[in-house]
């Protein structure tokens, strides 16, 4: 019996014969890195495609929406052309500051149903915009033209103007909130009924 043994273990292995490996896997680190590239990349995808232009069409639905002065009931008030003007400036804006570029979004390595996808966030980028102009600016009269010259008049200078993002968000920001405050507290406190407005008490 011993000497059987030993003849076994003395026997060659015939190159023909099939043999089996066993694989040892020494990819998990790779298939982690993997993983959490397909994560973040599907959280920029949701971001860009998802969230943002909801984001943008809910600025552009409310920007729209105002209160009628008889019932109270909720009105939609179009935008003007030169909301659409101002409108585009704007993104032009961001397009010259460096926020947007153009071969990020439009480039021939991207497949068309990308294209279309980015087509569509600008889209809306561009009509949360309009509606942002067409919430600030007011509906007639004389206090339109003086809050639309002001409008076009920092546009104009901030697009011949060398400055970086931050310049750019600060002077909107300013602009913005400037035109709010004259829309919604001083006009409207000027136009009010008697007896409701604090700033013609004060005059």
Do not use: H
């Amino acid at each position: 019996m011993a000497k059987l043994k030993e003849r076994e273990l003395e026997t060659p292995v015939s190159p023909d014969e099939d043999t089996v490996e066993v694989p040892v896997s020494n990819d998990l680190p790779a298939i982690r890195e993997d993983f959490a590239a397909m994560q973040l990349a599907r959280g920029r995808a949701l971001r860009t495609y998802v969230y943002l232009p909801l984001i943008f069409l809910t600025v552009a639905l409310l920007g729209g929406l105002r209160l009628s002065g008889t019932d109270g009931s909720l009105i939609f008030v179009r935008p003007a052309l030169i909301c659409l003007i101002f409108a585009a400036i704007l993104v032009l804006l961001f397009f010259r500051a460096g926020m947007l570029r153009l071969e990020g979004w439009f480039s021939e390595q991207m497949t068309g149903t990308q294209t279309v996808a980015n087509g569509l966030v600008l889209a809306s980028l561009f009509a949360a915009a309009t509606q942002i102009f067409n919430s600030l600016i007011p509906e007639q009269g004389l206090p339109f033209w003086i809050i639309s010259f002001c409008f076009l008049w920092v546009l104009w200078n901030n697009l011949f103007a060398e400055f970086d993002p931050k310049r750019l968000l600060k002077s909107l920001g300013a602009m913005f909130g400037l035109a709010f405050v004259t829309k919604y507290m001083v006009l409207a406190n000027l136009t009010a009924p008697g007896g409701r407005s604090w700033l013609r008490s004060l005059i």
